[in-house]
Each structure stands twice: as structure tokens, then as C-alpha cells.
């Protein structure tokens, strides 16, 4: 079965530090996502992107954080300058039709700001 | 008020019983999903529903849209069925999800 890949799987960063999260996304898809859980709590949304933009972003999704598909398969989670609070397990999704679809979430990247 | 409310919390049964978990949120939606968080972290799609029911295997979902509520049925349940279960909406028009605390279920030989 077709499956999201990301890495990497743990990255441990010095606070201040940039970071980029990797996802592959299923290939026939159109819609691409990021979400975050930090340790304990419920999975959040950041950003969903399709035809090239985001589409929709969260209030979590700020200037520290972009979203970049570079090549047509990579689907990238840049986060400039990390602060403690971004420590957290990252997922990458993907869909064919949107959020009205089977939406396939990828094994998720550890970060942990030191 | 969260929009997405689950119960319970936490449920621990023998193996074999039948589970259920419950779904209850409060804004229109255009499509709930079913999802399993694996000890690890990885979550896997169970189901995406916007009416009715859906069947796979043991489980079983059903969605009430006028009374804004779904579950999650377990059948003959068993240990490997032990992980978070989270029900997650996405509202008319966004494609963001937004998700339920999750129901640890710990099922014991």
C-alpha cells in the first residue's frame, strides 16, 4: 500500500536553530498537510497546501514557519528560528480530494529543542 | 468548549468484549474521520464518514449528522486493538481537521 514517508524520524536542535521536516507524499495526491502534537496533548493543524499554495493555515502557522514543495514530490516543514515550545511530533498527511477523503498521515518526525 | 468531544477518556476491557467509542461535536461538518495513534505515534485512517455507516473488518462506524455525533464500534475485541483512537472533523469548505483528545484503549488478554 501506497505510504507517506518523512524524515527524519527524531532531529534534536539547538533552540534558535533552523529546521526543515522532509515529507514524500502519496504521488497522486493534491493535497498536502502538516500537523503537530505536542507530548500529551491532542493533534493540531498547521498548514494544508494544494495547486502550489497553502490553502489554509492555522494560527500556530506563523512567520517562523514555511511550507515549500521544491521538486514535485517533496513536501517541506521549514521552521527559521526553533524555540523550546516547538518541541513536538510532526506529521506530514496527504490526500487525493481533501479532508472528504481518506486523508494518509506519515510515521511523524520528532523535534526536540534543547 | 472543544468542537470535538470524545468518551470516554480511557477504557480498559477483556479480551473479546465489544467497544465502543463516542463522538459528539458541536459545528457543521463535511466529513468525520476515525483514526488510530499507534504506541509509536504513527496514526493510521480507519475511516472518513459523512453519512451513515462504514464496516472493516471488527470495526464499524456510524455517524448521526443531525445529532452531530459518531462512534466507533470494536467487535470481538483483542490486545493488538490496544492504541489512542481519535476522531478528527473537518468543517463545510476548510480542509483543516480538527481533532479529539483521543480514547486510550487498553485491552487485556
Known amino acids: 500500500e501506497p505510504e507517506v514517508t518523512q524524515t527524519p524520524s527524531h532531529q534534536v536542535t539547538q533552540m534558535g536553530q533552523e529546521v526543515i521536516l522532509r515529507c514524500v507524499p502519496i504521488s497522486n495526491h493534491l493535497y498536502f498537510y502538516w500537523y503537530r502534537q505536542i507530548l500529551g496533548q491532542k493533534v493540531e493543524f498547521l498548514v494544508s497546501f494544494y495547486n502550489n499554495e497553502i490553502s489554509e493555515k492555522s494560527e500556530i502557522f506563523d512567520d517562523q514557519f514555511s511550507v515549500e514543495r521544491p521538486d514535485g514530490s517533496n513536501f517541506t516543514l521549514k521552521i527559521r528560528s526553533t524555540k523550546l515550545e516547538d518541541s513536538a511530533m510532526y506529521f506530514c498527511?496527504?490526500?487525493?480530494?481533501?479532508?472528504?477523503?481518506?486523508?494518509?498521515f506519515g510515521e511523524g518526525s520528532w523535534l526536540t529543542v534543547v | 468548549k472543544n468542537e470535538v468531544e470524545q468518551s470516554p477518556q480511557n477504557l480498559t476491557a477483556q479480551e473479546g468484549e465489544f467497544i465502543t467509542i463516542n463522538c459528539s461535536y458541536s459545528v457543521g461538518i463535511s466529513a468525520l474521520h476515525w483514526l488510530q495513534q499507534h504506541p509509536g505515534g504513527g496514526i493510521v485512517s480507519l475511516f472518513m464518514?459523512?453519512?451513515g455507516k462504514k464496516k472493516h473488518g471488527r470495526l464499524i462506524a456510524t455517524i448521526n449528522i443531525q445529532e452531530k455525533h459518531s462512534s466507533l464500534h470494536i467487535t470481538a475485541s483483542h490486545p493488538r486493538d490496544s492504541a489512542v483512537y481519535i476522531c478528527a472533523v473537518a468543517r463545510f469548505g476548510n480542509e483543516k481537521l480538527t481533532f479529539g483528545t483521543g480514547t486510550r484503549l487498553t485491552i487485556i488478554p
Open positions: 498527511a496527504s490526500s487525493r480530494q481533501g479532508a472528504v477523503n481518506t486523508i494518509y
Open positions: 464518514l459523512s453519512s
